[in-house]
């Protein structure tokens, strides 16, 4: 019988330990792509802006010599990142492509104009720099018209600033409930030695000495927990990064190293604290309270 009452108190042990990792990784699994994604945030606001520039419309007649040469002066302004030019023949083909019909046969001739299209740097894509740079422009004489689209870059920057902003407050709010969840279930696994630690106290353990076989303890749940969840964020950018390769940063080693040590030192103090607090709760517990 005693075996039997000792072999279903080990369960119970093991059990209680391992849902605390499985939900310690779990935990440290999303607070680390949160973490990613915040880091991310600026290159994603970034790869954002840089593909929203403007459509600079030459004049007709104007020659591939000058064409070249005021190209040239754009890439050589230090708020371009890069120009695409584009002939009259390749936009009257790519028109056609779209309205599904050859709309030269219908007007006799094609009413396009050759463009160069400018991708701006990221803190130059708004409104106001795009105006001063448009001024710039209109003053050259290849120039027919500088076009942009000035209410969906004023909406991206505006919202990209909401987008940051609920980031950072989901990331504390995150942080906290995880706390607290990790808080909850430790304090369960504690909360079931309640009996020992009170005889332990009974018999003059100090404590420290009570608190130290938990501690350790909860230092290894914190270790595993933060590996599995390490784990789980390898697989997860394997499975990403050749898709958001271009937008994200997630092949960094600095950046990821960065998160995983996060996750590392969250794990451990995570698990480490709220084992530190429920025990000393439990130590002060009255003897009337034991079976509340």
Sequence with gaps: MSNVKNKSLNRRIISSSVSVVISLSLVLFVIGLLSLLL??????????????????????????????????IIDGSYF??????????????SLERELGEDFVDFLGYSPLLASIDVKL??????????????NE???NSCVNDVFYQENLIHKLNSNINRISFFLI????????????????????????????????RLVGANNSFIQK????????QGLYGSIFAVFMLIGS?????????????ITDLKI?????????????????????????????????????
């Design 169 to 200: 407050s989901f990331s504390i709010l995150l942080f906290i409930i995880a706390f607290a969840l990790i808080n909850n279930t430790i304090r369960l696994s504690v909360y079931s030695k309640r009996f020992l630690i009170r005889t332990m």
């Design 39 to 72: 880091i991310n945030a600026q290159r994603i606001s970034n790869y954002l802006k840089e593909n929203i520039g403007m459509t600079i419309m030459l004049n007709e007649g104007t020659n591939e010599i000058e064409t070249a040469k005021f190209q040239k």
């Design 213 to 220: 076989p938990f501690l350790i303890k909860s230092f290894y």
């Design 80 to 93: 371009v990142k890069s120009t695409n030019f584009v002939s009259k023949e390749e936009a009257t083909i």
């Design 121 to 134: 740097y990221a803190e130059y894509a708004n409104n106001d720099s795009l105006l001063v740079f448009k």
């Design 256 to 292: 990821i190293g960065f998160v995983f040590i996060l996750v590392f030192i969250s794990g451990i103090l995570l698990s480490w604290l709220s084992t530190y607090f429920s025990v000393r709760r439990f130590i002060k517990l009255k003897e009337s309270e034991l079976y509340n």
């Design 137 to 139: 422009i209109m003053e």
């Design 237 to 249: 950018i394997h499975l990403v990064q050749n898709e958001t390769a271009s937008i994200l940063n």
